[in-house]
């Protein structure tokens, strides 16, 4: 059974930066998929954040892509977010999740979501 | 690329069905048979129900159904569910291979 955990702190102050890490166990990263972010402020839709793969390539949605930046560690099967310059608009659950790309298109197993909050 | 559109909320009653519709643009709906749904109940994680626009993930009910015509995406739902009272989001593949991009929809409350 594959799942995922999100990790991380649940408040950050504006203009720093909000980091994240997602464990995933029961699969390992190194043997394909590619694994996503995706948030959701309060109150409304899910927002695709960016991807990468476990080669380490990646893509991010262009609406962030300054301040983004996604990371693999395959050692420790885990992967790692991280959104610079934060405001208010910032504030979120962040999920993570494996995210089938290629042959097919879908997010197939989520992680349970953190609260992060940007404020002073 | 914007949002996908999808009413804010939709309803029904137990035994009827209902269609939750995603309207995107010809660079991601209207260009690509991946859109996938998912199905949120509060204070969840979401979870995947349809796939390249009509395909079921084993475990799905078979009373959901996904449909596309033109930029505009379907879900179906019959034989309404006290269960399936829930948040729903579309999501479409657009952008290019080299610059792949993924696009949710603004989410659709069901009450059953």
């Known amino acids: 059974q594959v799942q995922l955990q999100e990790a991380g702190p649940g408040l950050v102050k504006p203009s720093e930066t909000l980091s994240l890490t997602c464990a995933v166990s029961g699969y390992s990263i190194s043997s394909g998929y590619y694994w996503g972010w995706i948030r959701q402020p309060p109150g409304k839709g899910l927002e695709w954040i960016g991807s990468?793969?476990?080669?380490?390539?990646?893509y991010y949605n262009p609406s962030l892509k300054s301040r983004v930046t996604i990371s693999v560690d395959t050692s420790k099967n885990q992967f790692s977010l991280k959104l610079s310059s934060v405001t208010a608009a910032d504030t979120a659950v962040y999920y993570c999740?494996?995210?089938?790309?290629?042959?097919?298109?879908?997010?197939?197993?989520w992680g349970q979501g953190t609260l992060v909050t940007v404020s002073s | 690329q914007s949002a996908l559109t999808q009413p804010a909320s939709v309803s029904g009653s137990p035994g009827q069905s209902i269609t939750i519709s995603c309207t995107g643009t010809s660079s991601d709906v209207g260009s690509y048979n991946l859109v996938s749904w998912y199905q949120q109940h509060p204070g969840k994680a979401p979870k995947l129900m349809i796939y390249e626009v009509s395909k079921r993930p084993s475990g799905v009910s078979n009373r959901f159904s996904g449909s596309k015509s033109g930029n505009t995406a379907s879900l179906t739902i019959s034989g309404l569910q006290a269960e399936d009272e829930a948040d729903y989001h579309c999501c479409s593949y657009g952008g290019s291979s080299t610059f792949p991009n993924w696009v949710f929809g603004g989410g659709t409350k069901l009450t059953v």
């Open positions: 999740a494996r995210q089938e790309y290629g042959d097919s298109d879908h997010f197939d197993y």
């Open positions: 990468i793969y476990h080669s380490g390539s990646t």
